[in-house]
């Protein structure tokens, strides 16, 4: 049908495999390393003791990882001539900011703890009403294929529009700042919701709906017992996504907007040339974003149940 | 009402329309099937044997022709037809007993108290053998199981008609026998009228009193009706050695392997 609303409903699914994957090795190797035992010493029974074989390959390549950025940074900042702050220094300012992370000095000098409270705060009202108009729209979108046909194109046309040119018409109608961003996180977050919960309902198994048939069942039945559950785990991965979107985008929107928040700080930390400040605005904003992700996996593998058909 | 025309099915034909013109499934149908009957419709694959229970069903509405189910004719599906079906249709965020008493709350909540409602939906699980996995999700438990609850779930409705799209099509063998028997047990006990689908000849001449012999599609029609002569109730092990039984089933293998056979290759 129409093709804007087919996207790749579980984005997740290469991550998720990556996991697996990753503890089916770990858990072979431990099967290799006891099966080697046995064979050289066959008396004894095999020792199980620590498997520092698959604790190597887990923490190992991280820690490498990390310790390629840290040193990729340090000869930047070797470069630079320290204009970008070495990763020793910021550690120490790093440990400054957080020693007192909700001091508030006015309005625009706050802790670094108050700019993120008030940036997820905008986050969680922009993406809680984009949740409480887009999901039932992402219902009524999938169920009726005229309302399917009707949105649409619409949706095609406004889905590609990066968030941020919403935000002089949020400033027009809303005449202030903060409903502004809280209007440009309620546009970017909406797509995914309303897109992701039709595809759920699209694809509700065709069995399903014929025991809604046979059994004759109510609208709001259908809704709850049939419908809800097998669009859950599609809806919670549309939620996902427009959480880590409403978080790319709050960060430029607050530069614009201005105010308390954490894309303000990163703004007003470079206007005051503190470029550690801003590297740890931006460590800080990657480790919230990575946070709201993992609790999203999280709640979306509960709610993910068996297919009939397997 | 008279009760040996209690599903009539007159000049009924089903076309569907498919991106490469139109395909005629089904053409000139006519069966009767009196109450507490069991039939079996069996024929190949794709000779429109499960388009055939659709349109008694009524999930499915004929291109022509009339379809009538106790003298009133079938305008869509309805809980006095249950379906069971071939991969069961569990709803699997609902444990057994959930899924069952879905069925029940929607045909008997308008008359009935809560606690008369459980103890329907405890006395079909009973009835398949199934009250100890009753708060178990359809994930938990085997296929044979699951389309035990499936069946519970039809049976529960207290429907007039059973409809079977291959209910044990997907099962081992040994299940599918022990299933079987437990049908047989079932329908000698509440008397159901039942139309099954199946392409297992053993299946069709041990459980039906008449078997429908369907011809190779497209435009498939009735090519035979086999009124299966044996006593009830049946048994597998003393049946297999009686000469009508084993008479009943050289009919249906004629009918299928020598006479339907050859329309297949042309057709293929």
Redesign the interface.
């Known amino acids: 049908m129409v093709s804007a609303v087919f996207h790749p409903p579980y984005p997740d699914a290469a991550p998720a495999t990556a996991l697996t994957s990753k503890t089916i090795a770990t858990g072979q190797e431990t099967a290799m390393a006891a099966a080697i035992i046995p064979s050289e010493k066959p008396a004894p029974a095999p020792r199980p003791g620590r498997d520092w074989r698959g604790l190597w390959l887990r923490v190992l390549p991280p820690v490498f990882g990390l310790g390629l950025l840290v040193a990729v940074w340090e000869l930047v900042s070797v470069w630079t001539g320290a204009s970008i702050p070495s990763p020793r220094d910021t550690w120490a300012q790093a440990l400054e900011v957080f020693s007192n992370p909700f001091y508030s000095n006015g309005p625009n000098d706050q802790g670094v703890g108050w700019n993120v409270l008030s940036s997820l705060k905008r986050v969680a009202m922009g993406f809680g009403l984009a949740a409480l108009v887009g999901i039932p729209a992402g219902f009524l979108i999938g169920r009726f294929t005229f309302l399917s046909r009707m949105f649409n194109p619409l949706i095609s046309l406004l889905r590609p529009v990066s968030p941020l040119a919403w935000l002089p018409i949020g400033l027009l109608v809303f005449k202030g700042a903060n409903p502004a961003a809280i209007w440009t996180i309620f546009i970017c977050s909406i797509w995914p919701m309303i897109i992701n919960t039709a595809v759920g309902v699209q694809r509700v198994p065709q069995?399903?709906m014929?025991?809604a048939?046979?059994?004759?069942?109510s609208e709001l039945?259908i809704m709850t017992?049939?419908l809800f559950?097998?669009v859950l785990p599609y809806m919670l991965t549309g939620v996902r996504l427009a959480v880590g979107t409403a978080w790319l985008v709050i960060v430029a929107a607050e530069m614009l907007t201005g105010g308390v928040g954490i894309g303000f700080w990163v703004w007003d930390e470079w206007n005051n040339l503190n470029v550690k400040n801003i590297i740890i605005a931006i460590f800080v904003i990657g480790i919230v974003g990575l946070l709201l992700e993992m609790a999203l996996i999280k709640l979306a593998t509960a709610f993910t149940?068996?297919?009939?058909?397997s | 009402m008279s009760a040996a025309k209690f599903i009539e099915i007159q000049n009924v034909e089903q076309t569907f329309r498919t991106p490469k013109g139109s395909f005629p499934a089904l053409r000139d149908i006519q069966l009767t099937v009196a109450k507490g009957e069991f039939i079996a419709l069996i024929g190949h694959s794709g000779c429109g044997k499960s388009t055939l229970l659709n349109l008694i069903a009524g999930l499915t509405t004929p291109t022509a022709g009339t379809l009538l189910c106790a003298n009133r004719e079938i305008k869509g599906p309805g809980p006095e037809r249950a379906v069971v079906f071939q991969n069961h249709s569990l709803l699997p965020w609902l444990t057994c007993f959930e899924n069952v008493y879905l069925a029940v709350e929607r045909v008997f909540s308008a008359t009935e108290s809560r606690a008369q409602l459980k103890a329907r939906t405890e006395a079909a699980l009973a009835l398949v053998g199934l009250v100890a996995a009753a708060q178990k999700r359809p994930g938990e438990i085997s296929g044979g199981m699951k389309q035990r609850v499936g069946i519970a779930r039809a049976l529960s409705m207290e429907p007039q008609v059973l409809l079977m799209d291959e209910p044990f099509g997907a099962l081992d063998a040994l299940t599918r026998a022990k299933l079987q028997d437990e049908l047989l047990a079932i329908v000698a006990k509440t008397h159901s009228t039942v139309v099954m689908v199946t392409h297992d000849v053993d299946e069709a001449v041990l459980l039906s009193d008449r078997i429908v012999m369907m011809t190779n599609g497209p435009a498939a029609t009735i090519g035979e009706i086999l009124t299966v002569d044996l006593p009830r109730p049946r048994n597998r092990v003393t049946l297999a050695e009686d000469p009508r039984y084993l008479q009943a089933r050289k009919a249906v293998i004629d009918f299928l392997y020598t006479r339907q056979a050859h329309v297949e290759k042309t057709a293929a």
Do not use: G, M, S, T
């Open positions: 069995d399903y014929n025991v048939r046979v059994l004759n069942l039945k017992k049939i559950p097998a149940f068996e297919e009939v058909k």
